[in-house]
């Protein structure tokens, strides 16, 4: 049974940093990209940034130059760096595994920029 298990969320002032984890465990074939989606109080859940098993990226613009992704393949973990953050990121951040055949979610970790 495959589980994504989220940690580094939080609360941080404007400006602050955070990083995120997500470790995936269980058996998981054929991935085609990890990331991290988010969703804010009413509103749909969005894109953050994916990355490929070829270390191809794909950010979101509101986080370009912010965060950035990395994975550590042998430990199927995949992690966000998120510098300079902003109120308007305060959102629930999902880690997402895509494979050929289905995608996989964690639960969902918070994050709070508040002063």
């Known amino acids: 049974q495959v589980q994504l298990v989220e940690s580094g969320g939080g609360l941080v002032q404007p400006g602050g940093s955070l990083r995120l984890s997500c470790a995936a465990s269980?058996?998981?074939?054929?991935?085609?990209?990890m990331g991290w989606y988010r969703q804010a109080p009413g509103k749909q859940r969005e894109l953050v940034v994916t990355?490929?098993?070829?270390?191809?990226?794909n950010y979101a613009d509101s986080v370009k130059g912010r965060f950035t992704i990395s994975r550590d393949n042998a430990k199927n973990t995949v992690y966000l760096q998120m510098n300079s953050l902003k109120p308007e990121d305060t959102a629930v951040y999902y880690c997402?595994?895509?494979?050929?055949?289905?995608?996989?979610w964690g639960h969902g970790i918070q994050v709070t920029v508040s002063s």
């Open positions: 990355i490929t098993s070829g270390d191809s990226t």
């Open positions: 269980g058996s998981i074939f054929s991935i085609y990209t």
């Open positions: 997402n595994i895509r494979t050929t055949r289905r995608d996989y």
